[in-house]
């Protein structure tokens, strides 16, 4: 099974209350009225989360100044997200990524999925997790949304239960945990599609980034991995150690608009949390690393944004606006049974974790 449960490295993190406000945040093509979720929690981070899509909206955190900015990209209404398509923020399933030619073979049937992204399917079809309403359960330490993905929804077999849980820290972080159960074996992998811009506008080619990973896997012209596993070693995806976002892009011969690769992370053999990256902002002295118990990540630089849905606060959102750091199995692994598997079958729990923690550069680094 894909994934295996992990209590964190603060198992009682979120001792405070977090408080929630609840207010109104447009209406669905279906007519639905959707919520926004503001928590508060005991640090000064705020997180604004929609039951649209489980979708983070804003996340406001303090800087080397303590003047706390929103550092996520994301729209002033829901209205937005149901016409973009760029997953701002937003729980991606019923699979993250791309499946190849939409199709796959699971315990000798074959499954046709809705091609969004032709030739293949992306991120769960054209109505995917992140173009659903899900139930908020808000309490003291946090908001939990859920959602049952219907057999055949999409495509995908099996009747799917699912939970994503927002949980604030007061050790400056943002938590996710997922499960899912289903009654019928299905491929799941999820993962959050929020861009970070951790100096809260312009993009984020200064931003100087470190990948915990020495391996990546190749991909066709389609997409799609190849099915190897290859060194970073020597190419443009070497971020073992930290370098800056834009030095290599813009190289017609290496990365002409930006970045959108898998990595594969570095993890101890104990399962558990793993860091999988560190992000820095020299301006703002914002720091973001990516702890994770999934084996790989997805590194988009944003290179579609257009200017076009202007985001909360009226910024534009123009290349590399932002960088989606999105831990999660590899593309296409359910054609890859030599890959880490990402079925899940009756009888098991799928658990997964994600811890966003922020802090500030030291003083030394200014």
Known sequence: MLAAACAGRHASSARDAVRVDVTDFGRTPDGATARLYTLHGPTGMTAKISDYGATLVELWVPGRDRRPTDVVLGYPKVEDYAAAGFYLGATLGRVANRIANGTFTLDGHTYTLVKNRPPN???GGLRGFDKRMWTARPDSTGISFSYTSADGEEGYPGTLHVTVRYTLTDHNELRLDYTATTDKATPVNFTNHSFFNLAGAGTVLDHVLMINAHRYT???DASVPTGEILPVAGTPLDFTSPHRIGDRVGDGKAMPTGYDHNFVIDRPAAPGL?????LEDPRSGRVLEIWTTEPGMQFFTG?????????????????????ALEPQHFPDAINRPDWPSVVLRPGQTFRSTTEYRFSSMKDSHE
């Open 303 to 323: 290179n579609r944004f257009d200017g076009s849905f202007p985001g909360v606060g009226g910024r534009i959102y123009q290349r590399h606006a932002g960088v």
């Open 274 to 278: 793993a860091l999988a990256a560190r």
């Open 218 to 220: 190749p991909m066709n």
């Open 121 to 123: 399917a992306l991120h």
